[in-house]
C-alpha cells in the first residue's frame, strides 16, 4: 500500500543518526523515498473527470507495472494459481503484468527469455493496435483472475487502452544481450535538455536527489537506467505507481528514447561525488 511521507529531511536525519553526518556527501545527495503526499493522493490514484488519451494510456500502463500500486488497494495474497510452477517467483509479484509478459511486452521472446523471471509465457505485442474493446475480455479470461474489487472494468479499459495504444518495441535502443541502453539510439543533447527541465524537479541535475536503495546499496536515476533499461523505459512512459512522479506520455517516442539514452549516462553511486563541483555529469 501507499506510503505517505510527510517525515522532514532532519527527521530523516535523525533516522539515519551518525552514519550519514559521518558519510557527509549521503545527506546532501539523497533525500529519503518520498512517494507522495495527502495532498497528491488524487493526482496518484484518482482520475481526471475528462481523461486525454495520454492520461489513460499512462494510468494503464502504471496498472500493467502495479495495478494494486496504482490504484491503491490491497496486496493481493499468496501466489497467482495462473503463474506456472515450473517459474521461480513467488507471492504477490506474481500478480503483476509485467511478471508474465514482461517490461518489454516481450514475454519469453524478450529481456524475460532467460533468468528468474523466465516463465515461458508469451508477450503482449501481440494486441498492440487492436481495439480497447477487443482486447478488455482477454484480461477477464482464466489466464487473469482478476476479480472486479482488484480491476474495476473501468480501469481494465485504461489497460487494454494502453495494450492497445502505448506499447513500444525497445529493440531499438536496447541491446537484449547485455540489456542496456544502445549508445547513438537517441539524442543525448535533447535528452538532457527534458531530464534537466523536467526530472530534475525531484531527482536532481545528477539523479542522485532521490536514492530508492537501502543501506550502501544506492539506487539512482543513472542506477536503473545502466541496470534496468527496460523497466526505466516504462516507469518514465507511465510514471511510478504510486508515486507522485509525471511521465513523458506527452512527449514523442523518440523523445523518450533521447531521456534514456542521457540518463544512461548519470552516475550510478556515489563514488565520484566527492570531487565533483559540477552536479551535472552530463
Ligand atoms: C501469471 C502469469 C500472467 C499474468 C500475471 C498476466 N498474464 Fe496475461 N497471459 C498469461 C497467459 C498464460 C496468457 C496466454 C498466453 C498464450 O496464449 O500462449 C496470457 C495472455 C494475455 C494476453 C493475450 C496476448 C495475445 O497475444 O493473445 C494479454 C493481452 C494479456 N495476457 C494481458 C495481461 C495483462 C494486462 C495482465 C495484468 C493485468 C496480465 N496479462 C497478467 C499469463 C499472465
Ligand atoms: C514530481 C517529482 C518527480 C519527477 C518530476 C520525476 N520523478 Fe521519477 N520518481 C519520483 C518519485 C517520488 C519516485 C519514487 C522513488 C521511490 O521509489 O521511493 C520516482 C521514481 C523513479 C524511478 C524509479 C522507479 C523504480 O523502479 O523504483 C525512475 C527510473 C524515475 N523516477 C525516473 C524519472 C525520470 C527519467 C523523470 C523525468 C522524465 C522523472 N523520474 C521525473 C518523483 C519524480
Not at 504477490?92 to 533468468?115: M, N
Request: proline share 5%.
Amino acid at each position: 500500500m501507499t506510503r505517505f511521507n510527510c517525515i522532514p529531511q532532519v527527521a530523516a536525519l535523525a533516522t539515519f543518526g551518525a552514519l550519514a553526518f559521518a558519510q557527509g556527501a549521503l545527506a546532501q545527495v539523497s533525500a529519503p523515498p518520498q512517494e507522495h503526499g495527502p495532498n497528491q493522493q488524487y493526482f496518484v490514484h484518482g482520475a481526471p473527470q475528462v481523461q486525454s488519451e495520454g492520461w489513460t494510456i499512462a494510468a494503464g500502463g502504471r496498472i500493467y507495472d502495479n495495478w494494486w500500486e496504482a490504484l491503491d488497494r490491497e496486496d493481493p495474497e499468496g501466489t497467482n494459481p495462473v503463474y506456472p510452477a515450473s517459474a521461480e517467483q513467488s507471492g504477490p509479484g506474481t500478480y503483476r503484468c509485467k511478471e508474465c509478459h514482461g517490461w518489454d511486452y516481450q514475454g519469453a521472446d524478450g529481456i524475460y527469455s532467460k533468468g528468474s523471471h523466465f516463465t515461458g509465457i508469451k508477450g503482449v505485442m501481440g494486441v498492440s493496435g487492436m481495439p480497447a474493446e477487443q482486447i478488455m475480455p482477454m484480461l477477464r479470461d482464466a489466464n487473469h483472475p482478476y476479480t472486479k474489487d482488484m480491476i474495476t472494468d473501468d480501469e481494465i479499459l485504461r489497460l487494454a487502452t494502453f495494450l492497445s495504444k502505448g506499447l513500444v518495441d525497445m529493440r531499438g535502443f536496447i541491446d537484449y544481450d547485455t540489456r542496456s541502453v544502445i549508445r547513438g539510439s537517441g539524442d543525448l543533447d535533447r535528452g538532457r535538455e527534458i531530464f534537466q527541465t523536467t526530472c530534475a524537479a525531484c531527482h536532481g541535475f545528477d539523479g542522485r536527489a532521490l536514492d530508492w536503495g537501502s543501506g550502501d546499496e544506492h539506487n539512482f536515476v543513472g542506477t536503473e537506467a545502466v541496470e534496468l533499461p527496460d523497466e526505466v523505459m516504462n516507469k518514465i512512459s507511465n510514471a511510478h505507481p504510486g508515486a507522485a512522479m509525471i511521465n513523458l506520455r506527452a512527449f514523442s517516442v523518440e523523445d523518450r528514447i533521447n531521456v534514456m539514452n542521457y540518463i544512461a549516462t548519470l552516475p550510478t553511486g556515489l563514488e565520484d561525488y566527492e570531487d565533483d563541483d559540477d552536479d551535472d555529469k552530463g
